[in-house]
């Protein structure tokens, strides 16, 4: 797989795009190459949701909740496109990894002359962790459903309970994906139904990292 960047013209818009974030073009090349075509700026038919897909894979999968709205439908055919790029959201990434992931966007704490001084850290990688367990849930078979729904759970209902970390979209998507997928129990529901994801001025779907962190925010109880 060639690493140079090539350009192609996806419907109507030119892209600078990585064979190695989306190997789909690379064997597109090849083929248009053993064609004969000019191979300087190739030439593609219209993909859905390519540019969704393309400033994902490129800025960080946070950008795809940015780009669409809440309607569940645009993720599954922003998810199929993916596929259909051979672009590795996950990266070998296990459900597990993701939860991990998703809970580096709390803020850490050390100690120092006996008082504990809160360090700011980053909500960029939770957040695309949001979108790739997102996808796990729309596109992966799961080895086991049942086991794997009660990681997906805890994982899910973290992020519905942190809006500083979560915002609106991100919130009510990956939720509305986790109950199209898997049952989810009355015990569950009520669970997630403490933190109804609801849109707000103060809740801008933006990467601006706030300084909002509630200490009551979801607790061990909750996890099942």
């Given at each position: 797989m060639t690493?140079?960047?090539i350009t192609v013209k996806v419907g109507s818009e030119p892209y600078e795009i990585s064979p190695t974030r989306m190997a789909y073009f690379s064997s597109f090349a090849d083929f248009q190459q053993r064609a004969g075509k000019d191979t300087d700026v190739l030439e593609h038919e219209d993909i859905p949701l390519f540019g969704?897909?393309?400033n994902g894979a490129e800025h960080g999968f946070r950008q795809c909740f940015r780009a669409?709205?809440?309607e569940l439908d645009q993720y599954h055919i922003l998810c199929d496109t993916l596929d259909f790029l051979c672009v590795d959201v996950l990266g070998g990434l296990s459900t597990d990894d993701l939860f991990q992931v998703l809970k580096s966007g709390k803020p850490q704490y050390e100690l120092e002359y006996k008082y504990y001084t809160r360090i700011r850290s980053s909500k960029s990688p939770a957040r695309d962790a949001a979108f790739r367990l997102l996808y796990s849930i729309m596109?992966?078979?799961f080895t086991s459903e049942v086991a794997d729904s009660q990681t997906i759970y805890n994982a899910v209902l973290f992020?519905?309970?942190h809006r500083a970390i979560f915002k609106y979209k991100t919130r009510k998507v990956v939720r509305m994906a986790?109950?199209?997928r898997f049952q989810p129990s009355q015990k569950q529901l009520a669970s997630l139904d403490r933190w109804p994801a609801t849109e707000s001025s103060g809740d801008p779907d933006d990467d601006v990292t706030t300084e909002e962190y509630?200490?009551?925010e979801v607790d061990s109880d909750?996890?099942?």
């Open positions: 690493s140079t960047n969704v897909a393309y669409l709205g809440t596109s992966t078979d992020i519905v309970s986790y109950e199209e509630s200490s009551s909750d996890y099942d």
